[in-house]
């Protein structure tokens, strides 16, 4: 089976009211990217609709969503009350992009990486995405 080409992951947050300082100070961890309600937008939008939070992982080549994730975990509180002081409000998802020339490509996740991800109470979103010529 041939190997995944890279791999992205991304763990969000989104909420109308989401306040990006006090995630940060909640979660002790600095987001890459982050945005409150109304704030300007750069592209077609003019405003963002919702707050939202990001903690990007870098990129792998070849993909290697297991130490992506794992990664994540690590950077990230695991204890259950840090999460539930988050608020039910907040929608949060683990993106992960799966980025391949070939087909039937494939990867697999340790048992100890899927606990920590059950811990951050967050779907694991998984798109697949097939490259061409022009993707990089």
Known sequence: MAEVDYTRVSFRLFAEDLDPEAVSELLGVEPTRSWRRGERRKVLVPTYKSGAWFLDIERREPGDLDA?????????????????????????????????????????????????????????????????????
């Open 68 to 136: 992506q994730l794992s990664e994540l975990c690590r950077r990230l509180p695991s204890d259950l009350e840090t999460w539930n002081r988050l608020g039910a409000e907040v929608d949060r998802s683990i993106f992960c992009g799966l980025f391949m020339e070939e087909t039937n490509c494939g990867l697999s996740i340790r048992p100890s990486t899927l606990q920590g991800i059950a811990r951050l109470g967050a779907p694991l979103e998984l798109d697949v995405y097939a490259l061409t010529e022009d993707d990089d």
